[in-house]
């Protein structure tokens, strides 16, 4: 479809976040960038609204001497509320500190009281939270989003008719300075803030804007919290930047994502691949009730055929089904926050809905690389993205080893944490990643694993978890797994062991099939057939020796990875039944 270079669009340049919103309105004037549910209908905030919100309340911060270097917190929903306070915060000067709104309350008072938040911006919930835990010396004012407002707590509007009044001059940021600290919610259980600048987070929206192909025209679904770095630079800044609309997502319910896309002609989404998996296995499961799972079958290998030859029939050949389900404006999809499985990737685009990758860190800003529409690889997670480099340092035989990125897109370090900022760089300047990867010949990226989640056999054989749980996670009868080293019995090396989280509602239909109601040790014996017979894809080193059923869904992060150090103790002091 042409070479990669041919299809970069010229983007607007880089330049402070404060200046996003002031730029994007005299360009798109009364055109909505929001819409969000009010009880009756999606009601639409338009971007010269939007700029007259931004502006009284940074004029308000103002008044209250917040300038350079203060740090001031955001915790919330998706809510434009959450996006005035961000934007506003930008253009005093001062640090935005983006809160996790799936923490429990002592992780929020860790966040802030590390980061020494002067002032925190919440709906009415969080607030509630926060006035439950130790007192934060440095914070100065509650400032509540909801007119139900807790006790000592100012409201929103308030502060922008206040702010209405004023009249004053913003100051001039500069793209070195320091923009936003976003705390990670690593799978390691470790949180460091990270500290990312004007220029690291705006150069990549900037390139952003040349791979993904949007414009005005499109509207956005928000579902991912924006307070991670995927969803803030990809689903709230870019769109922004582009002067697209953006949907704010009831819930991450099926029903709710679905109406918001059909009510205000959603073309673009961007969510992990957990999200995309779930849809994947719905669309299968309603096929196979309806006893139309042939026919797709069918449909599928007409359009495989097509691609052959350059056709794309997906869109024609499941117009009907795609409307019927909801997706019919859709164009794009993007994902990002860990691997995709290629059999979902294949699926949506043969629909007809481009499915694109990304790859990246909070470190990143996020986006490091991506797979443009043009040259989709299911395998990889793309090509880097312009103006960043990548390499694989400390490769084995077969080319995997670390992958470090240098860019323009490169945290500046951790906050108040110089020790941890020397250890993520090589002594020439590259961020380690501390994801195992290898770079093909097409310089597309690989990602095989997590460093840290190696686990090494008796044999001496490093084996990737990632690996084995990509094919036990394409199981109809798994819904989720994790996949551990514990210590052999004797001997040094670990033997590989299994959590897996069955599909209950596969699991209940294949044995109402057979007209029997399952027991526990039915399920058990169900999932020990199905791992053998998933193994014979793997090497005999990479084989799992014993596993056990989990009951409940795995606790994850915000990105929707799981929290692997919960678990890592859960077979070791257990048995499992051994495969």
């Keep these: ?52 919100r931004v502006h009284a309340l940074a004029r308000w911060l103002l008044s209250q001497g917040i300038g350079k270097d203060d740090n001031i917190a955001v915790l919330g929903e998706n809510r434009h509320e959450w996006a005035a306070s961000y934007l506003a915060i930008q253009m005093t000067g001062a640090i935005v500190v983006p809160v996790d709104s799936m923490l429990p309350a002592p992780g929020i008072r860790h966040v802030l009281s590390d980061s020494g938040a002067k002032i925190i911006f919440a709906s009415s919930r969080f607030l509630e939270i926060l006035a439950e835990v130790e007192n934060i010396p440095t914070l100065e004012r509650w400032i509540c989003f909801d007119k139900e407002k807790i006790e000592n707590s100012l409201y929103l509007e308030d502060l922008i008719k206040e702010g209405q009044k004023l009249d004053m001059a913003f100051p001039k940021r500069d793209l070195e300075e320091t923009a936003a600290i976003l705390y990670t919610s690593g799978t390691t259980g470790h949180s460091k803030g990270v500290m990312l600048t004007n220029k690291n987070i705006m150069s990549n929206v900037a390139s952003a804007s040349r791979i993904f192909p949007i ?120 994902s990002g926050g860990g691997p995709l499985d290629p059999e979902t990737g294949i699926f949506f685009n043969r629909l007809g809905i481009r499915l694109m990758q990304g790859y990246g860190l909070t470190e990143t800003s996020p986006v490091a690389h991506a ?111 994790v996949v551990m080293g514990i210590p052999r019995a004797k001997g040094m090396g670990d033997d590989i062991a299994a959590l897996i989280h069955p599909d209950y509602e596969a699991v209940d239909l294949h044995f109402e099939k057979i007209g029997k109601k399952p027991t526990s040790e039915d399920i058990h014996q169900l999932i020990k057939g199905e791992i053998k017979k998933i193994q014979v894809n793997l090497a005999d080193y990479k084989r799992i020796k014993t596993f056990r059923i989990h009951q409940d869904e795995f606790q994850k992060t915000t990105k929707r990875t799981v929290k692997r150090f919960l678990y890592t103790g859960d077979m070791v002091t257990v048995n499992g039944d051994s495969v």
């Design 371 to 481: 797979t443009p529409p043009w040259q989709l690889n299911h395998i990889c997670v793309g090509h880097l993205i312009p103006g960043v480099e990548h390499k694989i340092i400390n490769a084995n035989d077969q080319g995997v080893g670390e992958v470090c990125l240098k860019g323009p897109n490169i945290f500046k370090g951790y906050y108040k944490n110089e020790e941890a900022t020397k250890e993520a760089f090589t002594k020439d300047g590259w961020f380690k990643t501390g994801d195992l990867g290898i770079i093909h010949k097409d310089d597309f990226l690989q990602i095989t694993g997590r460093e840290k989640a190696m686990l090494v056999t008796a044999g001496g054989k490093n084996v990737y978890p990632e690996e084995i749980e990509f094919y036990l996670n394409r199981n109809e009868f798994v819904a989720e797994s």
């Design 215 to 334: 414009g005005p025209e499109d509207t956005f679904l928000s579902i991912l919290p924006v307070h991670h770095s995927f969803e803030a630079t990809t689903g709230f800044l870019l769109p922004m930047y582009c002067g697209c609309c953006i949907t704010f997502s009831k819930s991450l319910k099926r029903n709710d994502i679905l109406e918001g896309i059909s009510s205000t002609g959603v073309t673009m989404m961007v969510g992990v691949p957990l999200v995309y998996e779930k849809m994947h296995a719905g669309i299968l499961r309603g096929a196979r009730k309806k006893g139309k799972e042939k026919l797709l079958k069918y449909l599928f290998k007409v359009v495989a055929v097509g691609e052959k030859v350059g056709l794309d029939l997906g869109k024609k050949l499941f117009k009907s089904m795609l409307e019927n389900a909801g997706f019919g404006t859709v164009k794009f999809f993007i």
């Design 1 to 52: 479809m042409g070479s990669y270079e041919s299809h970069l669009r010229d983007d607007r340049g880089v330049f402070p976040l404060s200046e996003l919103i002031d730029k994007s309105a005299n360009d798109f004037g009364d055109k909505p960038v929001f819409r969000t549910w009010d009880g009756e209908e999606y009601a639409p905030l338009s971007y010269t609204t939007l700029r007259d």
